[in-house]
T-cell receptor, first 114, second 117 residues
């Protein structure tokens, strides 16, 4: 397994601004994933972030809106840019550590856009 | 494309009872993995149990067990002796392959489970 932390745990932001969410893992992992979970809904994958390469975005998500950095094997950031109220969600990062195939999740960041 | 269906949006059971959560999936793959994740109100997603499709034996983790029916593409979760701390949203999930580990996990819509005192 892996211990994952996210910062901030929650934030309230004004529309038009940007927020950067940090994800830190206690061990080196090749793959990190960013998900969005709207209230009461399931998880939707935003992108997969491999260290040393560009993130791979899912359909409906673009780099200009959700730029991702992956500077090393234990850290990643997701930026939500030019926010609107529709971006109000929980954003979660996850990792697939070592030889395991399951994913482990961070505690999430609850974002409210006013 | 793979899909995961959870037909029970919400369930309630009394403490100490046994409850079964249903999940069906659709895939043309022969090798894949199935998971149940739990998300309590605190929102931390926790892996409850996993099943490799090539294994016929049903996975068990303490009070949690699965009934994996590969031909029927069914993967239900049984919680025995349910406890108040089992109150959570439960997600069934599918991943098609471990060889290419950037294969994404497909989640169902979830079942909200309430354990009543």
């Amino acid at each position: 397994s892996a211990v994952i932390s996210q910062k901030p745990s929650r934030d309230i932001c004004q529309r038009g601004t940007s927020l950067t969410i940090q994800c830190q893992v206690d061990s080196q992992v090749t793959m990190m994933f960013w998900y969005r979970q709207q209230p009461g809904q399931s998880l939707t994958l935003i992108a997969t972030a491999n260290q040393g390469s560009e993130a791979t975005y899912e359909s409906g998500f673009v780099i200009d809106k959700f730029p991702i950095s992956r500077p090393n094997l234990t850290f990643s950031t997701l930026t939500v840019s030019n926010m609107s109220p529709e971006d109000s969600s929980i954003y979660l990062c996850s990792v697939a550590p070592g030889s395991s195939y399951e994913q482990y999740f961070g505690p999430g960041t609850r974002l409210t856009v006013t | 494309a793979q899909t995961v269906t959870q037909s029970q949006p919400e369930m309630s059971v009394q403490e100490a009872e046994t409850v079964t959560l249903s999940c069906t999936y659709d895939t043309s793959e022969s090798n894949y993995y199935l998971f149940w994740y739990k998300q309590p109100p605190s929102r931390q997603m926790i892996l409850v149990i996993r099943q490799e499709a090539y294994k016929q034996q049903n996975a068990t983790e303490n009070r949690f067990s699965v009934n994996f029916q590969k031909a029927a593409k069914s993967f239900s979760l049984k919680i025995s002796d349910s406890q108040l701390g089992d109150t959570a949203m439960y997600f069934c999930a599918f991943m098609k392959s471990a060889r290419n580990r950037d294969d994404k996990i497909i989640f169902g819509k979830g079942t909200r489970l309430h354990i009543l005192p």
